[in-house]
């Protein structure tokens, strides 16, 4: 956790909604509570074996098999590029803003062809899509594109490789490209005005789907966070199982419905040993 700056692109969901998460993040730091998951192991293995073929420190043939594909299909789309008269400009090297240095990620690889700065972000997980627009990639690209752009650097691809993400025929890897100017005003439009909230409301609590993000709300031995339980209280009010007199006024799809609606809820309160 320490390694990550303290608006890291990753978490922009977090903190851009909710300021009060910088101080949960910060006593679970204090707490030194295992933030640890087998899923986020098998990513970092995954992000390792990628570094070092694309350094050349490994053969992408002695990367072990498991990891394989998925590795290879992130290092080709890269050196495709390279064959293409690219150059590499970074390899999981950590970038920041100078303007507020808070502001800091590392992409695994920033690479130029032609007149583009492209950013490639390899994502492992199996469970989320992941969109080539997103503020995670958004903000690799502002930050990426103050480091290394050239005057005749005009265009930004922001490109996700997800190997193992198979749903509806989408694609493994997809981008989206951007102006460079109008790149640079959006983050820059997004991160000012985030900073400013957390400036002038560091308190402010506000839940949400990020909340999935924050300690508070997902390591065990953190203290419940108050506008969470909040959500969970709400939320609990509409669970019908406890009101069959309501069950009864309805039919049984709107019944159905209501309990597989139900199921985000029944799942975290079991997770939380049925205190959120
Ligand atoms: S659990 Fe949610 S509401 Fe509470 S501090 Fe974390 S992000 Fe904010």
Redesign the pocket.
Known sequence: MSKHSVLSPSGWK?WS?????L??VEHARLLKLDDSSPYAAEGTQAHSYAEQVLKGKLDLDAVPEDFHDGVALYVNSIRADLEFGGEILGIEKRLKWVTDVRVGGTPDCVHRVGNCIVITDLKYGAGEYVSADSMQLQIYGFLAARKYGKKTDTQIELRVVQPRYERDGLEKIRSTFWDRQELDDNVSEFLLNAIEQIETSPDL????D??K??????LPGMPP????VK?FTDLLATVPLDKPSDLATLSETERLKKILDSEPLILGLLKHGGCP
């Open positions: 977090r909604n909710c300021p009060a998460s101080k949960e609590r506000k839940s949400g990020h909340c993000w924050c300690p508070a709300s997902r966070c108050p506008e969470h959500q």
